[in-house]
């Protein structure tokens, strides 16, 4: 697995997942539940990734919707 953006905006992620689904791209979110120990106040970012295989054609269809992936 390749992680393609990391954020600590819920939004971001949901969106971007959203845009590789539509792909028949299956994102995996890391870190959802860590709310539970950080009390929601969304100090810990969420991490998206994807397979190894589909980094590629993930990357270029959140870049031309103009989604940071640099963000960190």
Do not use: C, H, Q, W
């Not at 697995?1 to 971001?12: H, Q």
């Not at 969106?15 to 709310?35: G, H, K, Q, W």
Request: no cysteine.
């Amino acid at each position: 697995m390749k992680e393609l953006l990391r954020s600590t905006d819920p939004t971001i992620i949901a969106f971007a997942s959203a845009l590789l689904r539509a792909e028949d791209i299956e994102p995996f979110v890391m870190d959802v539940n860590m709310s539970i120990l950080e009390g929601g106040i969304g100090l810990f970012p969420r991490r998206l990734l994807v397979a190894d295989e589909l980094e590629y054609r993930a990357r270029l269809i959140l870049r031309d919707n103009d989604l940071d992936l640099t963000e960190r």
